[in-house]
Every structure is written in C-alpha cells, then in structure tokens.
C-alpha cells in the first residue's frame, strides 16, 4: 500500500518562503515511470496541479507558478519536496502530494483524476 504524508509548517510569514516535504512509503520515488506532484486548494476553490517530479529527477511544473516554484528529492529518505518563494496570503491553502497513475504522461500532469495516491493534505496559512 503506497502512502504518503506531507509535514511542514503550518504558518509562513508573507515573502518568505514555503517549504513542505513528502515521505513516501510502500513505492520507491524512482521507479520507473511514476511520477509525484503537489497539488493545492486554496480555500472555497478547486484543486490546483503546481508541479512534479518524475521517476528520473525531471522536474515539470505549472506555467502560471513556474517564476517561485522548485520541486526537489532526496532519494535516500524517499522523499520529495516543494518550496514556494515570496509567498502572499494568496497561497494559503491545503497541500497535497499525490501519486501519478502507471497511465499518466508529461501531457496529464495536470489532470487530477489521473492520480491513485494522496496525502492527507496540511493546512498552510500565509499571515503575518
């Protein structure tokens, strides 16, 4: 059973920068051709895909977030992580990371019914 758990801080100050992790287990980051993304939701809106991570390092991610987001694994942990830089109130939201299906393609990394495995999502408030 693949699970995955996202930690972080729950508050971040605007301007500074977000920064949350993924541990994985019951799956390997790097088995060939999953991939791993962050997802947000932003109160009283929908789902949004940010960006991901493939099984090989490669990083893809959303053209309206691209400018202050970074993805990044480590490996030996089996984990993933997201950082957002100079945060506004508007990127308060619940944070997910979730699983790509064994169907999923570099052109649906967007569609977020492609995706098996989540997380239990944290809460993040942007606020001074």
């Known amino acids: 059973q693949v699970q995955l758990q996202e930690s972080g801080p729950g508050l971040v100050k605007p301007s500074q920068t977000l920064s949350l992790t993924c541990t994985v287990s019951?799956?390997?980051?790097?088995?060939?051709?999953?991939?791993w993304s962050w997802i947000r939701q932003p109160p009283g809106k929908g789902l949004e895909w940010m960006g991901a991570?493939?099984?090989?390092?490669?990083?893809y991610y959303s053209p309206s977030l691209k400018t202050h987001t970074s993805i990044s694994r480590d490996t030996s942990k089996n984990q993933f992580s997201l950082q957002l830089s100079s945060v506004t109130p508007e990127d308060t939201a619940v944070y997910y990371c979730?699983?790509?299906?064994?169907?999923?393609?570099?052109?649906?990394?967007?569609?977020?019914?492609?995706?098996?495995?989540w997380g239990q999502g944290t809460q993040v408030t942007v606020s001074s």
């Open positions: 979730a699983r790509g299906n064994p169907r999923i393609t570099i052109a649906t990394l967007d569609r977020l019914d492609e995706y098996d495995y």
């Open positions: 019951g799956d390997s980051i790097t088995t060939s051709y999953y991939y």
């Open positions: 991570i493939a099984y090989d390092g490669v990083t």
